[in-house]
């Protein structure tokens, strides 16, 4: 069956130091990982997917298959990014509907 | 074009009513797509339309639930005799395309069940 874990809730930082928010997800086939994020009173909006490979707002992601991970991270913490971040799992099998886990909210502490 | 909408955006109603939210996609989204999120979960798919057509729905879904898109355009969910655990937030997200493209989401409609 298809699941994304993201084991931690909350996650605190300081300003400046890395981030990590981790994701693990089971799937039969080939995956299409998402990182969905919601900042205070906005709407979920796409951050990044794992085919574009692309940096946005400083995150990256890297789709482990041997790990079955998609793990965000960023070097270097900023406020603006306290905000509920969403790892999201689609693909062929799962008919193309999406599958979220249940968040971790980061606190980047100044 | 803002985006996806949805309304209303709040929805207060006594256990047993009927209930009918609207979703109106990006206008070029042939993709049409339905959640709910509970307190402290991520959003749980309940639907989805590929233009005018239901494709899937979830399994968890009651038959007190239905959804219609009729023109390929705004969609209606409805939960009939609803209850209190029918509270919660329904997302609307719409996509183009017909493989697994980026969701653009709503607001959300915020249901509380008295």
């Known amino acids: 069956a298809q699941r994304v874990t993201q084991p931690e809730k909350l996650l605190s930082v300081f300003k400046g130091a890395p981030v990590e928010l981790k994701c693990n997800y089971s799937y039969s086939g080939s995956p299409e990982l998402f990182w969905y994020v919601q900042y205070s009173r906005q709407r979920l909006q796409l951050l990044l997917r794992h085919i574009s490979r692309e940096s946005i707002k400083g995150f990256t992601a890297d789709l482990n298959k041997g790990e079955t991970s998609f793990h965000l991270k960023k070097p270097f913490a900023q406020e603006e990014d306290s905000a509920m971040y969403y790892c999201a799992l689609s693909g062929r099998n799962t008919g193309n509907q999406f599958y979220f886990g249940t968040g971790t909210s980061l606190t980047v502490i100044p | 074009d803002t985006g996806v909408s949805q309304n209303p955006r709040h929805k207060i109603t006594k256990r047993g009513q009927n209930v009918t939210f609207r979703c109106d996609p990006i206008s070029e989204h042939n993709r049409l797509y339905w959640y709910r999120q509970t307190l402290g979960q991520g959003p749980e798919f309940l639907t989805y339309f590929q233009n005018e057509a239901q494709l899937e729905k979830s399994r968890l879904?009651?038959?007190?639930?239905?959804?219609?898109?009729?023109?390929?355009?705004?969609s209606t969910l409805e939960i009939q005799r609803t209850e209190q655990g029918d509270s919660a937030m329904y997302l609307c997200a719409s996509s183009k395309g017909t493989g697994v493209y980026e969701q653009y989401f709503g607001p959300g409609t915020r249901l509380t069940v008295t």
Do not use: Q, T
């Not at chain 2, 879904?61 to 705004?74: M, N, T, W």
């Open chain 2, 61 to 74: 879904l009651s038959d007190r639930f239905s959804a219609e898109r009729p023109k390929g355009s705004f």
